[in-house]
């Protein structure tokens, strides 16, 4: 891979010198679109703002870095030095929505007194920021500003543990909830928003922040900060925070596989050497499609510490936990044993699913040590009788299970044959546990394993820096329908995710539910689960979604009626060469057509509102095609597993009606 790394005049426009007390620069996207106006001033800030086609979508907001380097304690930015650079690679992405992603920007660097450097980057589809620091030093706390330019309106995620009287209970999230829209005075002062979050601007431009390149240093929240009131700042300002860095942990929360901080220190990270920090991403749209189709957390990752990717193989995994281990039919008691999980493998076989999952229960309980294997599982009998039939098996792990005597068990568990751990539980984000994230994929990349993270916040570019982690959680996916009252809207939030946070990497949600709740028909169930919406629907989020390592979520039984859905199911790629949104409205609906090879499916899924969707298939080149096509039948709308499958021979553009939470999908044949 070659790089063009050019330096220009022209990009950069300083007003006086750069001895002068006041420094201005101005950075512009490679279209022009996309402005931003860096500000040094005489009092040692730096300020930024965007502007979109001339329209100003966020006024000037301040960045900084208060940090100790040995005695000194600075906070200030003065301005010594910059440099500009064109940027314009070819970066692989071979397990995401496509095979290569073109990294084009301009990029100004700010040197600043006291070894740090200001690195800012304008793409045609966002503005980005970061710190590089040249010496040792202490965090005390960072400066992050979204000072946006009118009341617009924010789709925001809350923390979910919150607590007045403990504002620090808040920094232990597993980063699932659904979202809320309100104007950006009126969100609640007192809780923290984890990312990705959404700001409307007007005329449609959407205003997408998150992070990226997080590897050493604790996560991102943001929190609004109120209405105006005279002589303050305006009140349409998001302010961030981060998890000060933990002093004391102990052991506990879910079966002992956790680690709790009990005390925190009154900074937010420690750095021991020169290094770079993530970078603060803000991705403008000129609409809801374009945003769906934004590349800048996985671009801004840290390129790729994995040389040897051929072992590294995506895939459809069978999964136990979410239905209950539920079969039928079979002439022993179904569970955590060797003959469930035989039936999982050679489900699994049958319809050529990669993998198959031993979720929590195949390890002692409670006593955080993946040595010990409950005496119902074989696990090296399971693991030849699945190597037989060409099927792969993922460990489940808690977070300090895991992390306790890491080397070991990556290194036992491969020489095993087993493929890959879901390591769950780790439920924050300050800057021991983002460490742990990249120490856990560093070690499971050694021994030729793949990760996928639950209990975690976004992906923040770490797919990109070590392509064995194929999956994060941080979605409120489809587990919160086994116990989630009919008053929680999924079919909502799925018309939300592929905008917000899919724009922060791949999500494990764990689709497939056989078991489909028309509206008003949903009910939580822990033993027998089903989701809201169609099977269409359900369907649709195998295209709509991304996700490397993909879930089919219920039962062999429930899949084994109705074996020409789940062939078609189990066949679909989970990473892709192309990539197009073709239709979209944020927390409306979304049609998105994902092309392996020659095969396009196209799929599209709406809200609780009915509507007809249009596909014309000139604009991905295709004439007068031969095409598969899952749609709601004609009682989904009362019967969520209705559907129809029909082909349509010599087609140019097909038209289809979806249901209430409805969905359909479409193959090129």
Known sequence: MKKLILCFVGLLLAAGSLFAKEQRFTLKSPDGKLVSHIVASAEEEITYDIVYKGVTVMLPSHLGLNRVCGKTVTGAMQVTKSSTRVVDEAVPSPFTRQASMRNFCNELTLQIKGGLRVVFRAYNEGIAYRYQVDQPCTVRFEKVEYNFAGDYEATVPYVTNFD?????????????NLYITKPLSQLDTRRLCFLPLLVHAPHGVKVCITESALLDYPGLYLKGVGDSKPGTCPGFRLEGEHAPYPKTLEQGGHNNLQMLVKEREDYIAKVDKATV??????????????????????????????????????????????????????PFVAGVNNDTYKHY???????GIEYVILDEGWAVNKQADLFQVVPEIDLPMLVQYAKERNVGL?????????DRDMEHVCQHYSDMGIKGFKIDFMDRDDQIVVQFYQRAAAMCAKYHLLADFHGAYKPAGLNR????????????????LKWAPASWNQVQYDT????????????????GAMVNGAKNC????????????????????????ESPLNMLCDSPTNYDREPDYTRFVAQMPTVWDETRVLQAEVGE????????????????????????????????????????????????????SDYSVKVLEGTTSFKVHLAPGGGFVAKTL
């Open 277 to 330: 920090m993530p970078w603060r991403i803000a991705m403008v749209a000129k609409n809801s499609a374009e945003l769906a189709m934004n590349n800048m957390s996985y671009l801004l990752g840290e390129p790729a510490r994995v040389d040897d990717l051929g072992w590294v193989k995506p895939g459809k995994v069978a999964w136990e936990w979410w239905n209950f281990w539920n079969i039928s039919g079979v």
């Open 394 to 402: 993922i460990l489940w792990a808690g977070y300090y299970a895991f």
């Open 496 to 511: 939300e995710i592929p905008f917000i946070r899919q724009a922060a990497g791949p999500m494990d949600y764990t689709q």
């Open 589 to 640: 609906y979304i049609v998105t057509a994902r092309r392996k090879g020659n095969t396009w499916y196209i799929g599209g899924i709406t809200n609780w509102t009915e509507r007809d969707v249009v596909v014309d298939l000139s604009v991905l080149g295709l004439q007068n095609s031969r095409v598969q096509l899952y749609a709601d039948g004609a009682n989904a709308h009362r019967k969520g």
């Open 465 to 480: 820096t070590y392509p064995n982690v194929l999956n994060f959680e941080g979605v409120a996916g489809l587990e919160q």
């Open 345 to 351: 493998i050679d489900f699994a076989s049958r319809y």
């Open 522 to 545: 949903y009910h939580p169930s822990w033993n027998e689960p089903m989701s809201q919406g169609t099977r269409c629907h359900q369907l649709a989020l195998y295209v709509v979604l």
């Open 164 to 176: 007045e009287n403990n504002h620090y209970a808040q920094y232990s999230s597993s980063f699932e």
